[in-house]
């Protein structure tokens, strides 16, 4: 059974960092496209960052592009989020997602599909 666990959110102030982790089982994740989606207080959930290894560089969306990074431990089986440069407007419940049949371009750019989430961990920034 695929399941993903994340952790890591918390309250941090503007430019601040924090790392996400979100650990897998039930599937290897070096082989699959996994990544990071957020979803702010009305607003649709939105894919942040997704990676595979054979999709060459990981995908960013601009809001995010070189203040966020995404990685992966084999050993672990665990991906991570780290966030830098932190503003009030990455506020969200963040998710961690795969999709077994698809790369990760496709994978960040929609919420359908055969996805399975995690429960979300929530980051608020603010002072």
């Known amino acids: 059974q695929v399941q993903l666990v994340e952790s890591g959110g918390g309250l941090v102030q503007p430019g601040g960092s924090l790392r996400l982790s979100c650990v897998a089982s039930?599937?290897?994740?070096?082989?699959?496209?996994i990544g990071w989606f957020r979803q702010a207080p009305g607003k649709e959930r939105e894919g942040i960052s997704c990676?595979?290894?054979?999709?060459?560089?990981?995908y960013y969306v601009d809001s995010v592009k070189d203040r966020f990074t995404i990685s992966i431990d084999d050993a672990k089986n665990t991906v991570y989020l780290q966030m830098n440069s932190l503003n009030p407007e990455d506020t969200a419940t963040y998710y961690c997602?795969?999709?077994?049949?698809?790369?990760?371009?496709?994978?960040?750019?929609?919420?359908?599909?055969?996805?399975?989430w995690g429960q979300g961990t929530q980051v608020t920034v603010s002072s």
């Open positions: 039930g599937f290897t994740v070096e082989y699959y496209a």
């Open positions: 990676i595979s290894r054979g999709d060459g560089r990981p």
């Open positions: 997602a795969t999709d077994l049949y698809v790369g990760a371009p496709l994978l960040c750019s929609s919420t359908l599909g055969s996805r399975t």
